[in-house]
């Protein structure tokens, strides 16, 4: 019988090759994902190429603290000298510090304190409990501020929101009446869109319905330049505490109406909390202004 030889399998090598190519020309490759890419990723965010900065966008509502903008707006320019036996150490934190050191804080010689206790009316700080009650327990004596945003609801009505919200007062000796932080706006106008006699009717209704609920009159706490901008410089608040915001070695020029400051936040770049405070007395003063 013959036998048969296979032909060479050059010629079907080349053909299976030069289908493969065929094949995948008509399959489209697909680049790296963002993740993968980090260049992609800054790229989409920048809108041009991964170089370009970001423009920073407006912060988050619900963010804002006490003495946001002073640095921004007043600048700063050094630190009290010397030791002032007169004046009591204080602090003021928001949620941004989240579970705060209370203990380091009163061994440093730090006596009272301020929370943040909401915003607006719809905002409460989810580490109220641990800072309110924290500094309670070691022995200061606290109290609780509210960040004022005018353009979103009434005085009267954002002064309830505080009491219900933490903000109250109790006759217990060691519970400072609630403060109104009203300063720059961190989400857009500076005065909130109101003119001088806006604002000012705004602040009235807050501080009248915070008393009518409480008892007390609230503290103020604002800088003068933010104060002489948004209610022109008026001065018919003089019955509140003030507390100022200037970050200096000492507290400037103060609002209309007041002839000396009740406390005064001096830094924001403390120990262990940043933002810290005098109050314009020696301790006996604080015991007396939780008093009533």
């Not at 370009?52 to 600048?75: C, N």
Request: hydrophobic fraction near 35%; charge should be positive; charged fraction near 15%.
């Amino acid at each position: 019988m013959p036998v048969h030889r296979p032909g060479s399998p050059r010629p079907r090598r080349a053909f299976l090759a030069g289908a493969l190519i065929a094949v995948c020309a008509l399959v489209p490759i697909t680049p790296a994902s963002a993740a993968e890419s980090p260049d992609a990723t800054a790229s989409a965010t920048a809108g041009t190429t991964p170089n370009t900065p970001v423009t920073p966008t407006t912060p988050a509502r619900g963010t804002a603290r006490m003495g946001m903008g002073v640095a921004a707006h007043d600048g700063q320019d050094g630190l009290p000298t010397g030791t002032r036996a007169a004046q009591t150490e204080g602090v003021d934190v928001a949620s941004y510090q989240g579970n705060v050191s209370w203990t380091t804080l009163w061994n440093s010689g730090v006596r009272w304190s301020y929370n943040k206790a909401s915003e607006g009316t719809y905002y409460t700080n989810p580490y109220f409990s641990q800072q309110y009650t924290g500094a309670y327990g070691v022995g200061m004596i606290r109290g609780a501020y509210h960040f004022a945003t005018p353009d979103t609801t009434s005085g009267a009505t954002q002064a309830n929101y505080f009491v219900d919200h933490g903000g109250g007062w109790s006759a217990d000796g060691r519970t400072l009446p609630g403060t109104l932080d009203i300063e720059w706006n961190p989400y857009g106008d500076t005065c909130y869109g109101k003119s001088t006699s806006g604002m000012v009717s705004w602040i009235r209704d807050f501080l009248n319905q915070y008393k009518a609920r409480t008892g007390r009159n609230a503290v103020i706490y604002t800088s003068t330049t933010w104060w002489s901008q948004c209610t022109g410089n008026y001065a018919g608040f003089s019955a509140n505490p003030l507390w100022i915001a200037r970050y200096a070695s000492t507290a400037g020029t103060l609002p209309a109406g007041w002839s000396t400051y009740t406390m005064w936040q001096y830094t924001s770049s403390g120990p262990t909390v940043g933002d810290h405070d005098k109050f314009n007395g020696a301790l006996d003063r604080v015991q007396a202004l939780a008093k009533g």
